[in-house]
């Protein structure tokens, strides 16, 4: 079983930034790649963000391409969601997500571990 943990939410004015990171631990496969999902207030689950193992592939909503950036840590365990420029429209509960095998994916049925959530709220 693969754990995921979120950090980094919390309460910024619009055009602000945030960082938040996302760590794996327990069983963890050879190769898996990760990606960052939101759930705006009364809205569905929506895709943010997602790159390959390698990261030579990286994918963004078209709502945060130039304001979002993805990445993860040297030990690969670890992936980022930067987020600058913020607008009140990114308010969402944010969720780390990670998948077995190298090629990055956009779908969230596409995944097989979830973390638990950070709330991020970005005021007018």
């Known amino acids: 079983q693969v754990q995921l943990v979120e950090s980094g939410g919390g309460l910024v004015q619009a055009g602000g930034s945030l960082k938040l990171s996302c760590a794996a631990s327990g069983r963890t496969f050879n190769r898996y790649t990760m990606g960052w999902f939101r759930q705006p207030p009364g809205k569905e689950r929506e895709f943010v963000a997602a790159g390959s193992w390698r990261g030579s592939t990286i994918y963004y909503a078209d709502s945060v391409k130039g304001r979002f950036t993805i990445s993860r840590g040297n030990a690969k365990n670890t992936v980022y969601l930067q987020m600058n420029s913020l607008k009140p429209e990114d308010t969402a509960v944010y969720y780390c997500?990670?998948?077995?095998?190298?090629?990055?994916?956009?779908?969230?049925?596409?995944?097989?571990?979830w973390g638990q959530g950070t709330q991020v709220t970005v005021s007018p």
């Open positions: 997500a990670a998948r077995e095998g190298s090629i990055a994916a956009m779908e969230a049925a596409e995944y097989d571990y």
